[in-house]
């Protein structure tokens, strides 16, 4: 038999709305990076006019690293790993590989992926969620006790690099010793901030180029700053959180084995929930709040930001799952089925977030890049992630599938005539 795509009657309905709830906090955390220059969104040390931080930026902040920073991205990680585990379960299930299905899908998603990074906004994970997803998948075919051990091995891996991060970043300081970047730096746009700014994205030169490409163009020095900031995106995660990404993918393909989004795991859901809420809490508030009482210049506060933001990644998801596969489907529908469908069309919605707060920060559109500060940006986020919501909720009451879903599954399924029909119910 044809391998043919999941019917609407096999989707987990709690498992999508984990997924409409993921794009919330992913935003939460983009926003920062969209709408401010990548020094300052990396380093908010100051608000971007130079003025101090208001209480407002202030609780924004400890909010989205409280709660957001690196959690919810690890938790869309994991239902990627499971869906991935689950796609091939199913092509076993009829006698078949899960690669060649799989790879086409990976490499589609690699593909919109470069598109995404180089014409809309840097800050991509498609690219990287495609090399990822061949190791997930080569490791779908593994029993539990030797998914086990891998886990074990990169968990181990992501913690040892949480504390390399820490340790390099004291060090750097010291060899800097400390010093300010001349604020009054000459300004020049492109490739010749770059270089003035010694590639350095922390350089006040590279800072008001980079705010100057975007806000007002043109689309070239906005497309170099895009590649630039992707490259060493890409390189970082390589060596830092592509781990962190790769261990969730993995307890992905381990929680679908061991029944985790089941019904069989409802006992372990419940019996883990609290736990992992308060430990990954108390990790996650104990990173945040050097920096409140310290100051944001803190070396102390930054190099333990550094390592218990990737400690608490790696225990508040499996709370947010626990709770949400098991208490979320018995929510109100009218809140239910808005969140349950925008995990349905979560490609397509991942693409619109970056899509409309692109448009409302570029000189195309509003130009609001480099005047937003933490608080303004965090409402932006809710209230375009509302629109969206409203949006896919409104699309699938007429339409069987997402636009981009539709097209993943045409690439994914070719050949199929099942999975090529056409999008309206």
């Not at 992992?276 to 310290?294: K, Y």
Request: aromatic letters at 14%; hydrophobic letters at 60%; a neutral charge.
């Amino acid at each position: 038999m044809p391998l043919t795509p999941v019917g609407s009657s096999e989707r987990l309905r709690s498992v999508d709305i984990a997924r409409g709830i993921a794009l919330l906090g992913i935003l939460f955390v983009n926003v920062r990076f969209v709408f401010a220059p990548f020094g300052l969104a990396m380093d908010p040390i100051v608000a971007l006019d130079g003025s101090e931080r208001t209480a407002a930026d202030s609780a924004a902040w400890t909010f989205v690293e409280t709660f957001c920073s690196f959690k919810f991205i690890s938790l869309f990680s994991l239902l990627f790993g499971f869906g991935l585990a689950m796609q091939a379960a199913r092509a076993a299930a009829q006698g078949q590989s899960p690669w060649p299905a799989g790879l086409r899908r990976l490499a589609s998603l690699a593909l919109v992926g470069i598109m995404h990074w180089s014409l809309v906004w840097y800050g991509d994970i498609l690219t990287l969620y495609a090399l990822l997803g061949v190791i997930a998948l080569a490791c779908t075919g593994l029993s539990q006790r030797s998914l086990g051990w891998i886990i074990a091995v990169v968990a181990v891996l992501v913690a040892l690099n949480a504390f390399r991060a820490a340790a390099l970043y004291a060090v750097g300081l010291m060899l800097a010793g400390a010093a300010e970047a001349d604020a009054a730096a000459t300004i020049e746009r492109g490739l010749e901030a770059m270089l003035e700014a010694g590639f350095n994205p922390m350089n006040p030169a590279w800072i008001e180029a980079e705010r100057a490409a975007f806000a007002e163009g043109p689309f070239l020095d906005a497309m170099l700053f895009r590649c630039v900031l992707f490259a060493f995106g890409f390189i970082a995660a390589l060596f830092s959180y592509g781990w962190q990404s790769l261990f969730m993918m993995l307890c992905g393909v381990y929680a679908f084995k061991a029944g985790f989004f089941g019904p069989e795991g409802a006992a372990f859901r419940r019996r883990i929930a609290l736990p992992a809420l308060l430990l990954g809490l108390a990790l996650s508030f104990g990173s945040a709040l050097p920096s409140l009482i310290l100051g944001f210049d803190s070396t102390a506060a930054r190099v333990t930001y550094l390592v218990l933001v990737s400690l608490s990644a790696m225990v508040l998801p499996f709370a947010y799952a626990a709770i949400i596969v098991e208490w979320a489907p018995k929510l109100p529908s009218f809140l239910a089925t808005p969140l349950e469908r925008t995990g349905r069309m979560s490609f397509t919605v991942y693409l619109c977030e970056s899509l409309v707060c692109t448009a409302l920060a570029s000189w195309w559109g509003l130009a609001w890049f480099g005047t937003l500060n933490d608080a303004q940006a965090a409402v932006t986020a809710f209230v375009v992630w509302l629109a969206l919501v409203l949006f896919a909720t409104a699309w699938l009451a007429i339409f069987r599938i997402g636009p981009f879903e539709w097209l993943w599954r045409m690439v994914t399924y070719v050949g199929n005539t099942g999975a090529s029909k056409p999008i309206p119910a």
